[in-house]
């Protein structure tokens, strides 16, 4: 178990990566989970990577308690779980299937890399700082053989690879700020009756928000007489974000407390008990489906 070539460079990678000893991360990992994980991945079964997680753990609600902030390594495929700090991720680099030669500590069968949570943002910024500047003062002669048609498609496509950037950075960092509350004004309210008005009040206001940006108004596509399917999937690709950026806002804290509160409450004929039994994540479970349903049409 962890005794191959293989997997001691697997544990010193991860180990040098997080500033860790060898031995720490080898105790970490001998967990039964992390272990069969990891046996799968070189044996060529399942998901060709594997992302190792090394970042404060979660209470319950998925907020990491800031009074007392334990480190967590684990095992993860990198889809479900929200990366926080640095990350390492080993790609199995053969077919389907295949498994790796664990007889060998490191060669291009599996390949390993860093992620942080700011990659987007890093990119962003050499788009902004260094390749558009950069484009924006070549002159005729640097373009060489290229003619005019592929030049202005070049640029365009730059422009719209930049503004894709900005607009995923807005997606991932909660561009609609809307499920918050002042807290000091919830806490100042003295009995159990307060404290669900303000909650029905708030939460009530959030859902009209959230239904409004998701209302499928037409009239705002703007579509011209020549638009065709690549308009209609930048259209659906925009409201994706929004509706990512939405679906983020529904795991808030306050969002959360409100909605249990209020769950769990009495008070069956309120306006805010009304408005819950059509909690948005129906209605953004359906718009992704129609998105997913478009894209594979395409």
Request: hydrophobic share 30%; proline share 3%; aromatic share 10%.
């Amino acid at each position: 178990m962890l005794a191959s070539r293989r997997h001691k460079w697997i544990i010193q990678t991860i180990a040098d990566s997080f500033g860790r000893d060898d031995k720490s991360i080898e105790d970490l990992l001998r967990y039964d989970k992390h272990v069969h994980l990891i046996d799968e991945f070189l044996e060529g079964k399942g998901s060709p990577k594997i992302f190792i997680y090394y970042q404060p753990s979660d209470t319950n609600d998925g907020v990491a308690d800031s009074n007392h902030i334990n480190f967590e390594l684990f095992i993860t495929d990198g889809e479900s779980d929200k990366l926080k700090e640095k990350a390492i991720y080993f790609f199995r680099n053969l077919p389907e299937g295949r498994a790796v030669n664990t007889g060998e500590s490191y060669d291009n069968e599996v390949l390993f890399g860093e992620v942080s949570p700011n990659t987007i943002v890093q990119i962003d910024g050499v788009m902004s700082n260094v390749y558009e500047p950069m484009i924006g003062y070549l002159d005729g002669g640097d373009w060489g053989e290229c003619n005019e048609d592929l030049k202005q498609e070049f640029l365009s496509s730059t422009k719209k690879f930049a503004a894709d950037l900005q607009e995923t950075i807005k997606s991932l960092s909660n561009g609609y700020t809307i499920t918050t509350f002042d807290h000091s004004e919830y806490n100042a309210k003295n009995t159990d009756k307060d404290k669900a008005e303000f909650l029905q009040r708030h939460f009530a206001r959030w859902l009209d928000e959230i239904d409004r940006l998701l209302s499928d108004d037409q009239e705002q596509r703007k579509e011209s007489s020549d638009s065709g399917p690549r308009t209609e999937l930048e259209y659906w690709r925009s409201r994706m974000q929004r509706i990512t950026s939405l679906n983020e806002q529904m795991k808030t804290p306050d969002f959360i407390l409100a909605k249990k509160y209020l769950i769990e409450g009495e008070n069956q004929g309120s306006q805010a008990k009304r408005k819950r039994r059509k909690l948005p994540e129906a209605h953004v479970s359906i718009q992704f489906d129609r998105y997913q349903h478009y894209r594979q049409a395409q």
